[in-house]
């Protein structure tokens, strides 16, 4: 196998008439990464990855491949294999067949073919199965034989576009190992495309949070989620609670904010914000549920609510809580064995860790 | 035994009455409309040509002459063949072979535009367009061809004028009206079956083809094509069945010296008022018809079912 190549996005617009798909994309991703562009559907994933594909052409702005300007080669002729939402088997072609298109293009010979789908098969624990047409094997086959056939052609780098989504949980979670697995067998460059935070998450080095055909952010999974750069990210990767407001004081990295409902509360300013924070300024601060505890701390870091209802949720606890104003609030507990309720209607009061909040400009947050 | 479990889902399904009424109007075309009237054509076939007063008498018994006749000629002819007739019989066949080769070539490309294309509104507007004149009947059509044609037609009309040629071309003689007539006659019905199964094909299968490196011909020749089959075969056959049946079209744009089959089979019925033996040219007409086509469907493999399809 080939070792991946970088993959280089240098100001890419895309626009179909008035309608601007991807506006000014910068991105930079390493040679045998997994890098994820995640978001919900329509904003714009999907069209990045057709244009590096070469099913589309940039409006403007230069993919590179390996470096190599990729303006007017087409998909047929890059080092990029794609595997479709709905994997785009042919229906009519048995199994090995399918698995090793790319060469039959190339003039192969039958028996190099077979020799080289058998070894995929292993590879992909399907032996014996190439005599198979597709529509008789499982979707999780499915799934695996759009994999070997995509890397049969021995790309540089790997399309995935959403491949899992139309899988059962369990199988989702399975092929998300497996997809890794694979990945860091072959050293090739993934690019992967999802609305779903989990796969992005676990799966991948780099994501892409994309919105509006905007890319909100570019880090590991961990800045994404911990320190996310925009109200958006922080609202659709993972569970947020955000409290509204004005900045009244700023400190180095930290930032009090007059949030309209919980009074004042400190927060460090999210990296992507320092420096562009004023007093004043409409700001939004974001605290994740499982960083809530019970108990006080700070007069700035402690709320206090009363419990509306508690879900269990097996590893967890969900505490809904409502504060001032009907302001709601979630806490997530671990569940500890301790079988220990909060009752309904009481008033609790409970604290974070400064370095477990953000705060940032205010700014649009993912619908739910 | 599957077929009393279809007849039962087939009740259950649609309902005791519903399920009734189906199959008597069905049983109804296919057994009173079709399969009756084919039989006692049939029948008619192997009897003599008797006047009214000896028919039902003994002397109306069953024979091969009527067969006989189209391979051998009248009795004492002094050819060993009937090669008038014969070579007439071969030439339609041949000929509808033709114009339904053509037909595919030329539908084709337009049946995978219109399946492919994203364009929605324009592309019925296209198929529209294409249907239309099909609600002029099929005598002024070939009419119309035959003044396009014609020695003084638009065609002869624009190739002097633009100095291709000094005399006009007697494009009715030969031929090429009578095929460009079938040809526009039966269009449609090869364009619709193959546009319906293009425009159900997956257009990620395309793009993944081409993602692995596939030309254009081979992404036809082992995508499209492949999945198009059974519309390709349903629009042949069509084709190829109603251009060797035709009658309009070789009447009205036939040449003073050709003549086709089933002006043969007419003539035995009309001119000279021997159903008998109009109908076993007729019979024999079918026969290789059902033939040819259930030969072909056999060399490129594919099942009656498809053509449902």
Redesign the interface.
């Known amino acids: 196998m080939s070792s991946g190549v970088d993959v280089t996005l240098d100001n890419v617009w895309i626009k179909f008439g008035d309608f601007v798909a991807v506006r000014e994309a910068n991105v930079n991703i390493k040679g045998g990464d997994f890098f994820s562009f995640l978001g919900p559907s329509g904003c714009g994933k999907t069209t990045i990855l057709r244009a590096v ?3 589309l052409n940039p409006s403007e702005g230069r993919v590179l491949i390996g470096g190599k300007d990729m303006a007017g080669i ?4 890059r080092p ?3 595997i ?3 994997l ?1 088997l ?1 229906p ?2 048995k199994v090995w067949e399918n698995i090793t ?2 060469m ?3 003039g192969a010979s039958a028996v190099e073919r077979r020799k080289r789908a058998d070894e995929l098969l292993d590879m992909i624990a399907l032996q014996g199965q190439g005599d198979k047409l597709p529509s008789e094997l499982s979707g999780g086959q499915k799934q695996r034989v759009a994999i070997a ?1 995509a890397l049969c ?1 021995e790309p540089d780098v790997l399309l995935l576009d959403e491949p899992l989504s139309a899988l059962d949980l369990k199988l989702r979670q399975h092929m998300r190992t497996e997809l890794r697995e694979i990945q860091q067998r072959v050293g090739i460059t993934f690019i992967y495309i999802t609305h779903d935070q989990g796969e992005a998450l676990t799966m991948s080095d780099s994501v892409a949070v994309m919105r509006n055909g905007i890319i909100d952010q570019i880090g590991d999974g961990h800045a994404v989620y911990d320190t996310p750069a925009t109200p958006f990210v922080a609202s659709f990767v993972g569970e947020n609670n955000v409290f509204r407001g004005k900045i009244s004081a700023i400190n180095g990295n930290e930032a009090v904010i007059a949030t309209n409902r919980s009074g004042e509360l400190l927060s460090r300013i999210t990296p992507a914000a320092v420096g562009k924070l004023k007093v004043g300024d409409d700001a939004m601060m974001f605290v994740r549920p499982e960083v809530l505890n019970v108990g006080e701390g700070t007069d700035k870091t402690t709320i206090s609510a009363k419990v509306l209802n508690e879900e269990f949720e097996g590893n967890s606890y969900s505490v809904f809580l409502e504060g001032n104003g009907g302001k709601r609030i979630k806490m997530a507990m671990p569940n500890m064995g301790q079988n220990q309720h909060s009752t309904k209607g009481e008033v609790v009061s409970f604290s974070y860790d400064v370095n477990n909040a953000v705060v940032m400009p205010a700014g649009e947050l993912a619908s739910e | 035994m599957r077929k009393p479990k279809m007849f039962s889902e087939f009740f259950k399904n649609n309902g005791l009455l519903m399920g009734g009424i189906l199959m008597f109007l069905v049983s109804f075309w296919i057994i009173v409309l079709i399969l009756l009237p084919q039989l006692s054509m049939l029948d008619f076939s192997f009897r003599y040509n008797l006047p009214p007063a000896l028919q039902g008498t003994e002397a109306d018994s069953y024979t091969l002459d009527n067969y006989r006749y189209l391979v051998f000629g009248p009795e004492g002819a002094s050819d060993a063949f009937n090669k008038v007739d014969l070579m007439v019989f071969v030439r339609t066949i041949l000929a509808a072979m033709a114009v339904t080769v053509l037909n595919l070539i030329l539908c084709y490309p337009l049946a995978y535009f219109l399946g492919q294309s994203k364009g929605g509104g324009f592309i019925r507007l296209l198929v529209i367009m294409l249907v239309i004149p099909y609600w002029i009947n099929e005598i002024l059509r070939a009419f119309a061809l035959r003044i396009i044609f014609g020695d003084g037609g638009v065609l002869n009309g624009v190739m002097m004028s633009l100095g291709l040629i000094d005399q006009p071309y007697d494009f009715i003689n030969a031929d090429i009206a009578l095929y460009a007539g079938l040809g526009y006659a039966y269009i449609l019905l090869m364009l619709f079956p193959m546009y319906n199964v293009i425009e159900s094909l997956d257009r990620n299968q395309i793009e993944a083809a081409r993602d692995m490196g596939a030309s254009w011909v081979r992404i036809h020749r082992r995508i499209v094509i492949p999945h198009a089959k059974p519309g390709i075969a349903s629009g042949m056959t069509m084709v190829f069945m109603l251009s060797a049946g035709a009658l309009a079209a070789p009447q009205v744009l036939g040449g003073t010296s050709s003549l086709w089959f089933t002006q043969l089979v007419y003539q035995w019925f009309n001119d000279t008022l021997n159903w008998q033996q109009g109908a076993a040219y007729a019979i024999v007409l079918l026969v290789a018809s059902i033939a040819i086509v259930l030969g072909f469907m056999k060399i490129f493999k594919v099942n009656m079912g498809d053509i449902g399809k």
């Open positions: 594909s070469g099913f087409g998909p047929n002729k990029t294999a794609l479709f939402q709905n785009a042919f009519l072609m298109f790319s039959e293009v190339k056939r052609a």
